[in-house]
């Protein structure tokens, strides 16, 4: 069975803080990986998508990748209370399967 | 922005009742699918459909569970006989191309069973 995990939080940071959403996956084979934002009763929103290892930034997001270490992470610099939402991490697993397996996401609460 | 656009927005229905879900997925996507999430829970695949056919399914969508495709719009998903515990919030999504790409999802339909 594959897995995406994260902690449920909620992370809680002052408005301009940085917020470290984090995320690991059991699949080795995975190449490629999703952040997405939900807002509550709402759709998934994709936020940013990571291929390689390494760091990629995307404004005030900025995702790091460490296959080795099977651990996706996403940081959001000058936190805004409108940042206040679920963080979904979602991994495709291996073997051709076109589907998204998510996490069961941390909530980020960003406070004035 | 292309959207996927889901219709209804929230619909209530008796236990063992059938229910059509609609979906438009973005204009020139070519692959489609359905996840669900039970209040409080993960987002769940559901099934993946391309070229008019199921390409994956999850162990959820069993019997009671089918798409279509029934126009080149849009993509249905049908429950027979609804339980209690197919209440959830039903999210279409679409993606030009598989395995990895982005996936842009849909407002959702909140099935609530009674």
């Known amino acids: 069975q594959k897995e995406v995990e994260q902690n449920s939080g909620p992370l809680s940071v002052p408005e301009g803080a940085i917020a470290s959403l984090n995320c690991t996956y059991s699949?080795?084979?995975?190449?490629?990986f999703f952040w997405y934002r939900q807002y509550s009763g709402k759709s998934p929103e994709l936020i940013m998508s990571?291929?390689?290892?390494g760091d990629k930034e995307d404004g005030r997001f900025t995702a790091q990748l460490n296959k080795a270490s099977q651990y996706v992470s996403l940081l959001i610099r000058d936190s805004q209370p409108s940042d206040s939402a679920t963080y979904l991490c979602a991994v495709p697993p291996s073997g051709g399967y076109n589907k998204l397996i998510f996490g069961a996401g941390t909530r980020l609460a960003v406070h004035p | 922005e292309p959207e996927v656009t889901q219709t209804p927005s929230h619909q209530v229905t008796q236990m063992g009742q059938e229910v059509i879900l609609r979906c438009v997925p973005i204009s020139n996507h070519l692959y489609f699918y359905w996840y669900r999430q039970i209040l409080g829970q993960k987002v769940e695949f559901l099934v993946s459909?391309?070229?008019?056919?199921?390409?994956?399914k999850s162990e959820i969508f069993d019997d009671q569970f089918s798409v279509e495709r029934p126009d080149g719009s849009n993509f249905t998903l049908k429950i027979r006989s609804t339980k209690l515990e197919d209440s959830a919030m039903y999210f279409c999504?679409?993606?030009?191309?598989?395995?990895?790409?982005?996936?842009?999802f849909g407002e959702g339909s909140w099935l609530t069973v009674v």
């Open positions: 699949d080795r084979g995975s190449q490629s």
């Open positions: 990571i291929y390689s290892n």
């Open positions: 459909f391309y070229n008019n056919e199921i390409s994956e």
């Open positions: 999504a679409s993606s030009e191309a598989p395995l990895g790409n982005t996936i842009y």
